[in-house]
């Protein structure tokens, strides 16, 4: 009885004030992850300048919020909590910030290559400003009808898409001119489209909803870029 008594309050002091191997890992991890997402996204970021240090710190930091928050819990109480909320607000907010600012520097590369269309629909300013106010427009969209974890379930399914299609053109027709890795090229794709296997199957029997989504709106996109395309070279002949 001793014994097991001793091993009680050694066990509720544990829980009370000491962080668990899992919850001292989890900060550590979600940094690194985040940063290595982000980092993987380099095309894009790098087009935010001299603001991709501050996005990079902004995405590993925000990564590694939910384990910090949950190994902090116990001892920080309703204090802790409130300012764990206040700097994820701040990280969210920064974070969306820094992810409308790249995308909107990025539509404008694509709308001068002809490969998606663009209409000023009266605003004045030039491409990249509209490109702004569409996205902002498109995310408050999809924040009204989507909670944050599905919008983040959806862009996560799009975006490892997106880096198989980009990985398989350098594969099929630009490895030689751009000295890319054939073997390294594969192994990518083969990670991604593991990665894109296990959380269709996780999603597809927790969130059905996501995945049906995002299969229509990745099959509507397809089909207008091929209309798109067929009628600029059309026109272009």
């Known amino acids: ?51 991709f240090p501050i996005a990079f710190v902004v995405a590993a930091t925000n990564s590694s919020r939910p384990g910090t928050t949950r190994s902090r819990r116990p001892r920080g109480r309703p204090l802790a909590d409130t300012f764990t909320v206040g700097v994820a607000i701040i990280a969210t907010v920064s974070g969306a910030l820094a992810s409308i600012f790249a995308v909107s520097r990025m539509l404008p590369m694509l709308t001068e290559t002809k490969l998606i269309p663009h209409s000023h629909f009266g605003m004045p300013g030039d491409v990249q400003k509209h490109t702004l106010v569409y ?16 919008i983040a379930s959806i862009g996560a399914i799009f975006y490892l898409l997106m880096d198989i299609t980009v990985h398989w053109g350098v594969l099929r027709h630009l490895h030689e001119d751009v000295g890319a890795n054939r073997a390294v090229l594969g192994v990518a794709i083969g990670l991604d489209a593991i990665a894109l296997g296990a959380f269709l199957i996780v999603k597809g029997t927790s969130g059905p909803l996501i995945v049906g989504v995002s299969l229509v709106s990745i099959m509507v996109v397809i089909a207008f870029e091929r209309f798109y395309l067929r009628g600029t070279r059309a026109r272009r002949e």
Do not use: H
């Open 135 to 150: 996205t902002v427009v498109i995310a408050a969209v999809l924040a009204a009808v989507f909670d944050l974890s599905r």
């Open 1 to 51: 009885p001793g014994t097991a008594r001793a091993m009680s309050n050694r066990s509720a002091r544990y829980k009370s004030g000491s962080l668990s191997l899992a919850g001292a890992v989890a900060p550590g991890n979600g940094v690194m992850i985040g940063g290595g997402i982000f980092a993987l996204m380099g095309q894009v970021a790098g087009l935010a300048g001299g603001l």
